[in-house]
């Protein structure tokens, strides 16, 4: 509390609480203001707003007295940041040379249905964070290709890129995207090297066909390094569509062929994290070759619809982390995973009964196993 009291007097960040004074009440103006209560009064003012760099609110079920609010972004002509959090906004009004300064945006409020297109050609914007509302964007404004400095796109499902005005036009420094409805369009870009900075991409599959061409084409993201799909898809058939630059993968109910899934990614050299997640994948069987995944470091299975899985010799050589989560099927663990160096814990939650009488035998006991039924 001592840094907040210190930051507040000398005019640094102001916090108010429902038990706080309202900041332009006492003491100097700040140019950062954290709101936890009483959101409507606090923008009322229109004589503070204006110095505000930064505006940060974090609402509790106490505080959320904004249902209807209205937020006039004319009145923001410093602000550099502005998360709303939670905040029951209803509307967002443009004020495209207000924001000009604005680099930082994150709305998180379900009940949000829609933005001014000024919003996404803001020229120093470098964060656009809107994942979690029900703004309906069937394909993006085209102003986005303007946005030079966007770092993170966050946007909610079903929303579609939009094409490219001319072959020269990148966004040459966007690192996040995510999440986008793959179409023939994204697969254009992608292979258009349209994002050449690119390190973190979450896409969601409304058409398998389409995804799929994309997924043919990731090869040209050669900075990716984390991948996330999200419903029914299809992997191409070549083994070098991904980059080997991948770091992470997640796929989460992509109903895939196990073997398909193992015969791309076994040959990701970088590949450390994977993630297979509510039926991501089906058998029966779930194999790894001999040597595969050799910088595998963590492996998360859930709800994925397989009976057999086998190993092996030396495959995940450096896997330290096994988490198993309602695989019920799945009968049995390979042998040789107990025989891997690295491995340090497994937990499987809520296993099948013939998972879980055999690792109630002593011989699995060697390294720290977690069950949860």
């Not at 509302?133 to 303007?146: A, D, E, F, R």
């Not at 061409?213 to 991904?242: G, H, M, V």
């Not at 770091?247 to 193992?262: P, R």
């Not at 089906?282 to 859930?302: A, D, H, I, Y």
Request: glycine share 4%.
């Amino acid at each position: 509390m001592f840094c907040v009291f210190k930051s507040e007097s000398i005019g640094f960040l102001q916090v108010h609480t429902k038990f706080g004074s309202h900041p332009f009440i006492n003491g100097p103006w700040s140019w950062r203001l954290s709101i936890h209560y009483d959101l409507r009064y606090i923008l009322s003012n229109r004589d503070y707003l204006p110095h505000l760099c930064s505006l940060l609110c974090f609402h509790n079920e106490d505080s959320l007295d904004s249902n209807r609010l209205t937020l006039q972004c004319k009145h923001f002509s410093r602000l550099k940041v502005l998360d709303l959090g939670s905040t029951r906004v209803s509307k967002v009004h443009g004020g495209g040379k207000s924001l000009s300064l604005l680099k930082y945006l994150k709305l998180n409020n379900p009940n949000l249905s829609s933005l001014p297109r000024i919003l996404f050609s803001l020229p120093n914007l470098m964060t656009l964070d809107i994942k979690n509302t029900c703004v309906i964007l069937p394909c993006l404004p085209s102003g986005i290709w303007k946005m030079q400095n966007l770092r993170h796109l966050l946007l909610p499902p079903h929303t579609t890129l939009p094409k490219c005005p001319d072959h020269q036009t990148r966004l040459w420094h966007l690192q996040t995207l995510s999440t986008i409805t793959p179409n023939e369009n994204t697969a254009a870009l992608i292979f258009g090297s349209k994002f050449p900075s690119l390190i973190k991409l979450t896409l969601n599959s409304q058409n398998m066909e389409q995804t799929k061409r994309c997924l043919e084409w990731l090869y040209k993201l050669d900075c990716l390094q984390k991948l996330k799909i999200i419903n029914p898809t299809k992997f191409p058939t070549a083994r070098t569509s991904f980059p080997a630059s991948l770091v992470k993968v997640s796929l989460v109910k992509t109903d895939l062929v196990a073997d398909d899934v193992m015969k791309m990614l076994e040959c990701l050299d970088h590949l450390q994290v994977l993630k297979l997640l509510k039926k991501s994948i089906r058998g029966p069987k779930l194999e790894m070759t001999p040597n595969s995944f050799p910088q595998l470091r963590f492996l998360f299975m859930e709800e994925i619809l397989v009976k057999t899985w086998r190993m092996g010799d030396e495959a995940m050589g450096s896997l330290e982390d096994l988490t198993i989560t309602r695989c019920h099927e799945l009968e049995s663990l390979p042998k040789q995973l107990w025989q891997l160096h690295n491995i340090r814990q497994v937990k499987v939650n809520s296993p099948s009964q013939c998972l879980r009488r055999e690792l109630e035998q002593p011989s699995v006991q060697r390294c720290e196993v977690q069950i949860h039924f």
